[in-house]
């Protein structure tokens, strides 16, 4: 039996982005898009629960990282990429997709924090209501199998 396809996102779900632009507008408020300066996205801590969630999700699920570019900084991608080997491993970079039409992507389910209704499978709205931590999407995902 095939495992189940999930589609995990970065910013703001597996990674604090909310946080680290709160942090570099304070500190250099003149910048616009602090987004597109150098290190930002590769600077990004994880979220409570994340790394632990990702671990066990694995475990039980095909698993994917499914984020989107900034089209502002051409070096997200690299730094993202560097970002899932520092905190998630080299072997993890494999199921690494970076992609700003998260709806071409075929899956059961997409743990993200902005809605897209053209994905076809199950939105997992994270931190909602119904999702406002990493505890409830694993307790919902393993209820699923």
């Known amino acids: 039996?095939?495992?189940?396809?999930?589609?995990?996102?970065?910013?703001?779900?597996?990674?604090?982005?909310?946080?680290?632009?709160?942090?570099?507008?304070?500190?250099?408020?003149?910048?616009?898009?602090?987004?597109?300066q150098y290190g930002f996205f590769a600077g990004l801590e994880p979220l409570a629960g994340a790394i632990e969630s990702?671990?066990?999700?694995?475990?039980?699920?095909?698993?994917?990282?499914l984020t989107a570019p900034s089209y502002r900084n051409p070096l997200c991608y690299t730094e993202k990429r560097v970002w899932v080997e520092q905190h998630l491993g080299l072997?993890?970079?494999?199921?690494?997709?970076?992609?700003?039409?998260?709806?071409?992507?075929?899956?059961?389910?997409?743990?993200?924090?902005?809605?897209?209704?053209e994905f076809r499978g199950e939105q997992l709205l994270f931190d909602s209501p119904q999702f406002p931590s990493w505890k409830a999407v694993t307790k919902y995902l393993k209820?699923?199998?």
Request: glycine letters at 4%; charged letters at 30%; a positive charge.
């Open 54 to 65: 990702y671990r066990l999700l694995e475990q039980h699920f095909e698993v994917y990282i």
């Open 91 to 117: 072997s993890t970079t494999q199921n690494l997709i970076i992609c700003q039409r998260k709806g071409l992507l075929i899956g059961d389910f997409l743990i993200d924090d902005h809605p897209y209704p």
């Open 1 to 36: 039996m095939q495992k189940q396809r999930v589609f995990i996102d970065m910013d703001n779900t597996l990674c604090d982005y909310r946080g680290r632009f709160k942090e570099r507008k304070k500190l250099e408020p003149e910048t616009k898009y602090p987004q597109s």
């Open 143 to 145: 209820n699923q199998l």
